[in-house]
């Protein structure tokens, strides 16, 4: 059913595109510096087993998150008509931790890991859980352009993430107690942050007569009405997630988790682009969503080329800074255990390939289009997963990295198929 648009936009007024998107980068440059440093913390205090167990456990618990949470932040965010309650996408939302909790439990009864490796996958599913619900708090924040409460969280999150995993790691040796130290700070910024900032915003918003509460609403009809609506772009960031997880687990199997405890440190350098990238697509999403909404189709396709550009700068500055100094990068960084100089370059080649396509990808959201997603990332996928399995084994990290290159040409091209036929219809 289809409230009326709120009318308390004029009452909680959102911060410019420029202002949230200097927010969004901020937070995002400082919580993703955070998850290097934790990187660093287990390379440093730990080894490459110890990377390869966590990043194994991600690669489990994540893609069954990413499905299960629909994308209902960007669903919400992009929701300029105001279709849905709050209520009702955080209603749906936990439901669907829920369920991601449970089939992440029947995953590791079913796969057969050693005790460490199944506790260090629940612990790690328990915590994107409770992610998952500080994220649909962030969603109506983002919804209403207040990205700068969305980036004190995330700040506050990352710095307590830092030093509860480095301080555990280092008096304990124990992954599992670094994931549990993880677990427990983010259901504190949860309690103690996202929800006293979200009831504040939706206070303000009742009071200018909107309809809106921090309660979940459970109306059967309304969620599964919602569910099917977002179940297209839950299916595509579940196959995103796992595209991401797919080499890692072929490494695991093939080449052991020392290697992909390698593969995984020399991975995360990517996240320098990928922050900006994310952080320009989140803010820049409720605007595109706008646009397209108005039929502002040239302001929609100049603003989406923009960020197109961007991500093109930053992959060719990627792969020039990977050609000059990528050795020493690794050595300085990681250690001389971790150096292989010519994964990194073509990494960060792929890498630039991939910003292009997740800029597409907010491009197809904001337009709405959420059921073409799914073949593209069925291809994308299935690309990925024969690629792995054809050079993994033969060519090791090497393979990994072609099948990462691969996968990112298939998603930019149909990304780019997409985007065109958007804007002409």
Same mark, same amino acid.
């Given at each position: ?39 660093? /913390? ?27 949470? @629909? ?17 009702? #996408? ?11 909790? @449970?089939?992440?439990?029947? $995953?590791?009864?079913?796969?057969? #890991? ?7 996958? *629940? ?27 969305? /980036? /004190? ?9 830092? &030093? ?22 983010? /259901?504190?910024?949860?309690?103690? #942050? ?7 915003? *939706? ?36 196959? $995103? ?10 490494? !695991? ?49 100049? @603003?989406?080329?923009?960020? &197109? =550009? ?18 020493? $990068?690794?050595?300085? @960084? ?28 907010? =491009?197809?959201?904001?337009?709405? #289009? ?46 780019? !198929? ?8």
């Amino acid at each position: 059913m289809r409230s009326q648009r709120a009318p308390s936009d004029e009452l909680v007024r959102g911060l410019s595109l420029r202002a949230n998107v200097s927010w969004a980068f901020a937070s995002n440059v400082f919580y993703a510096a955070c998850q290097w440093g934790m990187l660093l /913390a287990l390379a440093r205090l730990g080894n490459p087993e110890m990377i390869g167990q966590f990043t194994l456990a991600l690669a489990v618990a994540t893609p069954v998150v990413s499905l299960c949470n @629909l994308q209902l932040r960007n669903v919400q965010a992009t929701d300029a008509r105001r279709d849905h309650r709050f209520s009702d #996408y955080l209603g749906l939302r936990l439901v669907t931790v829920v369920v991601g909790l @449970l089939v992440t439990v029947s $995953i590791v009864v079913l796969s057969g #890991y050693d005790h460490t490796l199944a506790a260090v996958v *629940l612990v790690v599913g328990l915590s994107k859980g409770l992610e998952a619900v500080s994220d649909i708090i962030h969603g109506v924040l983002q919804q209403h352009e207040r990205m700068d409460q969305v /980036a /004190a969280s995330v700040l506050i999150k990352g710095f307590l993430s830092l &030093v509860a995993l480095s301080v555990t790691v280092h008096l304990t040796g124990s992954i599992l107690s670094g994931v549990i130290s993880l677990a427990a700070v983010w /259901a504190a910024v949860l309690l103690g #942050y996202d929800l006293r900032v979200g009831r504040s915003l *939706l206070n303000a918003l009742a009071l200018s007569g909107a309809d809106v509460s921090l309660r979940p609403r459970w109306d059967g009809r309304t969620l599964t009405g919602l569910a099917w609506r977002a179940l297209p772009l839950g299916l595509v960031s579940g196959l $995103i997630s796992l595209n991401a997880s797919i080499p890692s687990y072929f490494i !695991a199997h093939y080449l052991g988790r020392y290697e992909l405890g390698v593969f995984a440190a020399i991975a995360y350098l990517e996240r320098a682009e990928s922050i900006v990238v994310n952080a320009l697509g989140a803010s820049a999403s409720p605007r595109l969503s706008k646009l397209y909404a108005v039929r502002d189709i040239p302001a929609f396709r100049t @603003l989406l080329l923009a960020m &197109v =550009g961007v991500g093109t700068l930053l992959g060719a500055g990627g792969v020039l800074l990977s050609l000059i100094a990528g050795q020493d $990068i690794l050595v300085l @960084l990681y250690g001389h255990e971790y150096l292989r100089y010519d994964i990194f370059v073509w990494f960060m080649v792929a890498v630039g390939l991939a910003n292009v396509g997740f800029f597409l990808g907010y =491009g197809m959201t904001a337009a709405r #289009y959420f059921r073409v997603q799914l073949p593209l990332f069925v291809l994308i996928t299935s690309v990925t997963a024969l690629a792995s399995a054809w050079l993994i084994p033969t060519a090791g990290l090497r393979g990994a990295v072609a099948a990462v290159l691969i996968a990112s040409a298939v998603q930019t091209l149909g990304g780019t !198929a997409v985007i065109i036929y958007a804007c002409r219809r």
